[in-house]
């Protein structure tokens, strides 16, 4: 099967060293060899061992025998319409792009559907971690109740270096980024839209249901302080940025945080790149999925994984669908409650209504307690907040709690 590359960063050559290296296997696995017969990149590689770099993109549409496009390009455009242009040519595509499939996910599905071809995207959440194909196949019998984890790997660097190391933001920034883990712009790893985009798709596929993740409440780890390390230190948790889905009602909601994770959570013992993702469900109970969620080998497994399954069903649908977006089926968790941790600075007084834990500072220095709450719906959080400043005491940080 000859296959094409567009994009060729750090997954698009991670897919070609893994196809060369693993040839006699990928053999074994689809039947036949897989030959790179395009790589579509406006860089130049000098030193690259392929000699079949193209910057026009219509060498790979108009080459008939190219059956599957590897598509790592990223972002929305161009990697949309040339997306689009190769399934209504019939080529299979698949990616490890998680924007596109966030946006338009839905029409490109339904496009591979109707031309009875394969738009996969396995790669585009957990990296190497097997999680899109369990949820449209493994799982598919019960109802999915809740999908939440740890799904960038390059805050859970950050965070793991913070809590582990005493590193700064800054450096553990800089480190993720030398070792390949970080966006191009690290904004969307550390503000949570690289999580967003991750939940979304999680979403759609353990509930049926597009979101619009522009609407999506996302909050990232910039805030996160040495003082709310050490309460968490102090109290038994880790603190994670957490992407979580659930049902309300009808309708699906989804939202980005960093939580406050017991230690004795699995989710707490996830470290550096590494991604933790737990799905529950009505009969299934509790299963959970980890490995490396981000670096170039292995989300070029998850991709190259997806070329021999689009290999294998070369004249085959395999369906993945959910409902197209309607904002009727989006919640903004109005009325989901969560317990959370929040830290004020002043004279804790003698009764926050919704508390359990009151915990103090350690550091004399500063008047500041942390408290560990119920669980609360965002109007009776605003009230404890509300009710507590009223005492004097200044909002410090909150975060919810997750896991438990
Ligand atoms: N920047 C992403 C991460 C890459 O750190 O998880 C994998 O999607």
Same mark, same amino acid.
């Given at each position: 099967?000859?296959?094409?590359?567009?994009?060729?960063?750090?997954?698009?050559?991670?897919?070609?060293?893994?196809?060369?290296?693993?040839?006699?296997?990928?053999?074994?696995?689809?039947?036949?060899?897989?030959?790179?017969?395009?790589?579509?990149?406006?860089?130049?590689?000098?030193?690259?061992?392929?000699?079949?770099?193209?910057?026009?993109?219509?060498?790979?549409?108009?080459?008939?025998?190219? +059956?599957?496009? &590897?598509? !790592?390009?990223?972002?929305?455009?161009? *990697?949309?319409?040339? $997306?689009?242009? @190769?399934? %209504? #040519? +019939?080529?299979? &595509?698949? !990616?490890?792009?998680?924007?596109?499939? *966030?946006?338009?996910? $839905?029409?490109? @599905?339904? %496009? #591979?559907?109707?031309?009875?071809?394969?738009?996969?995207?396995?790669?585009?959440?957990?990296?190497?971690?097997?999680?899109?194909?369990?949820?449209?196949?493994?799982?598919?019998?019960?109802?999915?109740?809740?999908?939440?984890?740890?799904?960038?790997?390059?805050?859970?660097?950050?965070?793991?270096?913070?809590?582990?190391?005493?590193?700064?933001?800054?450096?553990?920034?800089?480190?993720?980024?030398?070792?390949?883990?970080?966006?191009?712009?690290?904004?969307?790893?550390?503000?949570?839209?690289?999580?967003?985009?991750?939940?979304?798709?999680?979403?759609?596929?353990?509930?049926?249901?597009?979101?619009?993740?522009?609407?999506?409440?996302?909050?990232?780890?910039?805030?996160?302080?040495?003082?709310?390390?050490?309460?968490?230190?102090?109290?038994?948790?880790?603190?994670?940025?957490?992407?979580?889905?659930?049902?309300?009602?009808?309708?699906?909601?989804?939202?980005?945080?960093?939580?406050?994770?017991?230690?004795?959570?699995?989710?707490?013992?996830?470290?550096?790149?590494?991604?933790?993702?737990?799905?529950?469900?009505?009969?299934?109970?509790?299963?959970?999925?980890?490995?490396?969620?981000?670096?170039?080998?292995?989300?070029?497994?998850?991709?190259?994984?997806d070329v021999v399954d689009a290999i294998k069903h070369k004249r085959v649908n395999v369906i993945i669908k959910w409902d197209a977006y309607d904002e009727k089926h989006q919640s903004q968790g109005e009325n989901l409650a969560y317990a959370y941790y929040i830290r004020f600075s002043g004279k804790a007084p003698a009764n926050i209504p919704g508390s359990r834990?009151?915990?103090?500072?350690?550091?004399?220095?500063?008047?500041?307690?942390?408290?560990?709450?119920?669980?609360?719906?965002?109007?009776?959080?605003?009230?404890?907040?509300?009710?507590?400043?009223?005492?004097?005491?200044?909002?410090?940080?909150?975060?919810?709690?997750?896991?438990?």
């Amino acid at each position: 099967m000859k296959i094409a590359i567009m994009g060729f960063g750090v997954v698009g050559s991670g897919v070609g060293e893994v196809v060369t290296k693993n040839q006699e296997n990928l053999i074994n696995k689809c039947g036949e060899s897989i030959e790179i017969a395009h790589i579509l990149d406006l860089r130049d590689f000098p030193d690259s061992e392929f000699d079949c770099f193209t910057k026009d993109f219509n060498d790979i549409l108009n080459d008939p025998e190219v +059956g599957v496009v &590897v598509e !790592t390009m990223g972002g929305v455009n161009p *990697a949309y319409d040339f $997306t689009k242009k @190769l399934l %209504l #040519a +019939g080529k299979h &595509v698949v !990616t490890s792009n998680k924007e596109l499939v *966030a946006t338009h996910g $839905t029409e490109l @599905l339904a %496009l #591979a559907r109707e031309r009875n071809i394969n738009y996969l995207f396995e790669a585009s959440v957990g990296g190497g971690i097997p999680i899109i194909r369990p949820l449209y196949s493994c799982l598919t019998a019960g109802e999915a109740t809740d999908v939440f984890g740890i799904l960038n790997g390059t805050t859970n660097y950050i965070l793991t270096q913070m809590f582990q190391c005493g590193e700064s933001f800054e450096n553990a920034l800089k480190a993720a980024q030398q070792k390949g883990y970080a966006e191009a712009d690290p904004t969307a790893d550390v503000e949570g839209y690289d999580t967003c985009r991750k939940i979304a798709i999680l979403a759609a596929l353990a509930f049926g249901k597009a979101l619009d993740y522009t609407k999506i409440s996302t909050e990232g780890i910039t805030k996160i302080t040495a003082d709310d390390v050490a309460f968490a230190e102090k109290l038994g948790y880790a603190i994670k940025l957490i992407g979580h889905s659930t049902k309300d009602g009808d309708a699906v909601y989804a939202a980005v945080f960093p939580a406050f994770v017991p230690k004795n959570s699995p989710l707490a013992g996830i470290n550096d790149v590494f991604n933790g993702i737990i799905v529950r469900g009505n009969d299934l109970g509790e299963v959970m999925f980890y490995g490396r969620g981000a670096g170039k080998l292995p989300t070029a497994n998850a991709v190259v994984a997806d070329v021999v399954d689009a290999i294998k069903h070369k004249r085959v649908n395999v369906i993945i669908k959910w409902d197209a977006y309607d904002e009727k089926h989006q919640s903004q968790g109005e009325n989901l409650a969560y317990a959370y941790y929040i830290r004020f600075s002043g004279k804790a007084p003698a009764n926050i209504p919704g508390s359990r834990i009151v915990a103090f500072s350690d550091d004399d220095r500063k008047a500041e307690f942390a408290v560990l709450t119920e669980g609360l719906t965002k109007s009776a959080l605003e009230d404890v907040i509300k009710s507590t400043k009223a005492a004097g005491c200044e909002l410090m940080s909150c975060m919810r709690l997750i896991g438990e």
